[in-house]
């Protein structure tokens, strides 16, 4: 070939090679100035309606948060749309991490209501079964008493304003007339009419003549110390939904607002709509926003703290079962007490309401029949001085007959097991309002060492300085300051302090127990049950693996047997069980009852 022709040929080439450069570089440009992709962005994240967009880019824009040199796919309405879009998206972000504890919180809440309920309704056919097998005359007039006591302990356990104590008290006011005139003198019986004087009398003198000895009072203390834990325990659900509800309606500064569009949308202002935040930069931004919930952390922490130990004192004991089933227990035992002390009884209220009765065949009054007794507010209250002889009490040892069941270790559809449960969907929400702006960062939401969007362009890695969660944390915030604290806000943490330090008040022992479920506790009764022995009954150490009293016997303040301030129980000679193992056998019948009815759910 020619060099004439080589050099005609280079010069094609290098035209063409021009030329092609050319083209590619007004595509490359074309592409460059369009706003194709942050159009699509816009519309698949529904931001807004795509008018708010432009086809190309503009210069000279009028922007108040996405300011920066250059063309911008944005305007004054992009921005008023992302504004928009940001409030809502991080708020829909909050709601959906809240919804797992106000979801736990409410429906635990109805659960333990219906468990308590169950657990109510067993206790009351259960005492409704010892009324009619064995004080038949006295079980159809004391059943609306009967009913009007069960009544009220569920009014209290819904956290209405009614006294335990009294309800007890009220109730043998009430029956005691009915068991004076058809236990104690059923030769009188239709004498004593319900309204009429002698009656009246004997409901206002009943707590003086002390005919059912100390178990009213036993049975107000016990029931007082493990409903109280209950009724606490449901006010404490209520107080942790009232938090997440606040947490879902949080409420946005315009400085947040500001800055969250900064962080999640301005990118796309410059056609970047790929880069994610740096995580650094994504902690700065909802740290700030979010400074005022993360300072429910304290209060919050410790609600978490008491939530577990009103758990664990009104169901991981079984404290609430045996305080119920041991209803029936204490009114056996009163009316045993009641027809034993009998002529001492008949003696007293025959002076003091002017009722003269014939004796009771086979049995004399005291020489001394005087009835002194202090207030039956204590358990320690004092006993008539002079009990029947051992012929006199073999005629009662029927009504003590113990019934024919085994605790079951095959049930697991109790309270305890619940609570168990229950407990351990607590535990990872204990932080929930410290780590819920590292939660919202997670994930997709930012990016860490890797390109990243630092709210003013992209940078390699973000190297301000993160701050600390809380309002103190947000001085040494580089991205926006926080001036004060939401108002709502500050209502919740209020009412948590509150709500924590009445709870303290009326349960002291919770600040000085360790949290249930650590360690060796929560090991230690994984396995145990009733029958290996693990019940603890409160009188003494023995069998509680920690070495200390229960929640439940500390606040019920019962004594053991042995104490020689109280009376003398009543001993009958040839006898079955005690009555702990009566409430024992009765709390396998509710578990093998309780166990039925999930069952059949």
Not at 338 to 346: E, F, K, S, V, Y
Not at 488 to 507: G, I, M, P, W
Request: proline share 6%; net charge negative; hydrophobic share 35%.
């Amino acid at each position: 070939m020619s060099r004439g022709g080589s050099s005609r040929l280079n010069s094609r080439s290098a035209v063409w090679s021009v030329t092609v450069a050319v083209f590619l570089m007004s595509v490359i440009d074309a592409d460059a100035y369009s706003c194709h992709e942050v159009r699509t962005a816009f519309q698949l994240r529904q931001v807004g309606p795509l008018s708010r967009v432009p086809e190309t880019p503009g210069t000279d824009v009028d922007l108040l948060i996405c300011k920066h040199k250059g063309p911008s796919c944005c305007t004054r309405k992009t921005e008023q749309s992302y504004q928009v879009a940001v409030k809502r998206e991080t708020l829909q972000n909050v709601q959906s991490y809240s919804y797992e504890p106000k979801h736990l919180f409410s429906t635990h809440a109805n659960a333990f209501q219906e468990m308590f309920r169950s657990l109510l309704s067993f206790s009351q056919g259960h005492l409704s079964s010892l009324l009619e097998d064995t004080y038949l005359s006295l079980f159809h007039h004391a059943r609306p008493h009967v009913h009007q006591l069960f009544s009220s302990l569920s009014q209290y356990l819904h956290g209405a304003n009614v006294s335990v104590e009294t309800t007890v008290q009220r109730f043998f006011n009430s029956i005691f007339p009915l068991v004076y005139e058809k236990l104690i003198n059923p030769d009188m019986e239709g004498s004593l009419m319900e309204g009429s004087e002698i009656s009246d009398c004997l409901r206002t003198i009943r707590q003086d003549v002390n005919p059912f000895g100390y178990h009213p009072a036993l049975m107000a203390e016990e029931l007082a110390g493990a409903l109280g834990a209950g009724r606490q325990l449901g006010l404490a659900l209520k107080e942790g939904v009232e938090a997440m509800n606040a947490t879902e309606h949080a409420s946005f500064t315009k400085d947040c607002e500001k800055n969250l569009v900064k962080m999640m949308y301005c990118s796309h202002c410059r056609g970047l709509t790929l880069f994610k935040p740096c995580l650094g930069y994504c902690l700065n931004v909802m740290r700030g926003c979010l400074a005022s919930l993360s300072e429910l952390d304290q209060p919050w922490r410790q609600y978490i703290n008491l939530l577990e130990q009103l758990t664990h004192a009104a169901a991981g004991k079984h404290s609430l079962e045996l305080a119920l089933l041991g209803v029936t227990g204490h009114i056996n035992e009163a009316l045993l007490y009641a027809q034993l002390h009998g002529p001492l009884i008949t003696a007293t209220v025959d002076k003091v309401c002017g009722l003269s009765t014939g004796e009771p065949k086979g049995m004399q009054p005291s020489t001394s029949p005087e009835v002194t007794t202090p207030s039956m507010t204590s358990a320690s209250s004092a006993a008539p001085t002079q009990f029947p002889s051992d012929q006199e009490l073999q005629q009662f040892a029927h009504l003590r007959g113990p019934f024919p069941l085994k605790p079951s270790k095959n049930n697991k559809h109790n309270l305890k097991t619940f609570s168990r449960e229950f407990l351990l969907h607590l535990k990872p929400i204990k932080s929930f309002f410290m780590i819920l702006p590292n939660t919202l960062c997670r994930g997709d939401a930012a990016v860490e060492d890797s390109t990243c969007w630092s709210g003013q362009d992209v940078v390699e890695s973000y190297v301000s300085k993160v701050a600390e969660p809380g309002l103190y944390g947000q001085r040494q915030n580089p991205e926006f300051k926080v001036r004060s604290m939401d108002p709502r806000v500050v209502e919740v943490k209020e009412r948590l302090e509150h709500f924590n330090q009445e709870t303290l008040e009326r349960f002291p022992d919770l600040e000085e127990l360790e949290e249930f479920g650590s360690g060796e506790e929560d090991g230690s009764t994984e396995e145990c049950d009733d029958e290996d022995g693990c019940q603890n009954s409160g009188d003494g150490q023995e069998g509680n693996p920690h070495g200390g009293e229960s929640i439940y016997t500390e606040s019920t303040g019962r004594q053991p047997e042995e104490n020689p301030s109280k009376p003398p129980p009543v001993r009958v000679i040839g006898g079955s069980p005690s009555a702990f193992w009566l409430q024992s056998c009765s709390f396998a019948l509710l578990s093998a009852g309780l166990g039925l009815q999930w069952m059949l759910l």
